[in-house]
């Protein structure tokens, strides 16, 4: 009996060392929500396990209001860094908090604080041996009044792109790709991909909600969508693991 037990801890210890962890840092965008089988809002890294077979286990870090700053200065980033080992992967996707420049506590220069954020996201996953894979903030729902689609995150999806061409990191632009999603919606039935309710409309509301930012479940589903097509184009032998393990 013994014996069978050890053998079980053992075959159980080795099955969950085979797995690999896709560790999802960043904002409100991505975060999961509380009580998600009555709340309308739903963050995209949310519902990405679905998007993989079960080699890939999602582990939603990605906290609501937190910036590059915010999320190394309490400590989020290091508890995942201890964690991180060979062969795991980390999604990276900051930028629209590090904007908010009436708060000390979150905000970052695009060009200095934002940029070598990312950069140590970046050498700490590979110093344990993970992959990272930056992305740029998804884009918000913002028409003008000629249903133009104006951008909201200035200069911090530049450096993203920069930095990920300087330090060669995986990347998807997926500023870029949820513009060209807002777009094909257009001004009016883009109000789907995010939380718009007439008060009473949605039980989780009692007044009108006009969000533009948060998304939708159906927003989230269409987002984590992009993602995994665009990962699945990526040409990067690092990333073979997790484009093998996608449904």
């Known amino acids: ?65 937190r910036s590059t700053k915010s999320f190394i200065n309490e400590k989020r980033w290091d ?37 070598y954020n990312l950069i140590r996201f970046v050498k700490e996953s590979r110093e344990k041996g993970a992959i990272p894979i930056l992305l740029t903030s998804i884009a918000r729902r913002n028409f003008n009044d000629k249903g133009v689609l104006v951008p909201t995150h200035g200069d911090y999806p530049l450096e993203t792109r920069l930095v990920a061409q300087e330090y060669n990191v995986p990347f998807i632009d997926m500023e870029y790709w ?29 007044k009108d909600k006009a969000d533009d930012t948060h998304l939708s479940q159906k927003g989230a589903v269409e987002i984590a969508q992009i993602f995994i097509a665009q990962l699945k184009l990526l040409n990067d032998s690092s990333l073979k693991r997790i484009k093998g393990n996608i449904k």
């Not at 060209?180 to 309710?197: A, D, I, M, W």
Request: proline share 3%.
């Open 79 to 115: 508890s995942i860094s201890k964690k991180l080992k060979k062969g795991d992967y980390v999604l990276i996707e900051f930028g629209h908090n590090d904007a908010k420049i009436e708060d000390s506590t979150r905000y970052t220069n695009p060009h200095t604080a934002y940029r």
């Open 178 to 206: 949820t513009e060209l999603l807002e777009q094909s919606y257009g001004p009016e039935k883009s109000k789907t991909l995010h939380l718009h309710f007439k008060a009473g409309e949605n039980a989780f509301y009692d």
């Open 1 to 65: 009996m013994k014996k069978y037990i050890i053998l079980t801890l053992l075959i159980t210890t080795v099955s969950f060392a085979q797995k690999t962890a896709l560790y999802c840092i960043g904002d409100s965008t991505m975060a999961n929500k509380k009580d998600p089988d009555r709340n309308p809002e739903h963050g995209w890294a949310q519902v990405l396990q679905s998007f993989f077979k079960q080699d890939i286990i999602v582990i939603n870090k990605a906290v609501n209001g």
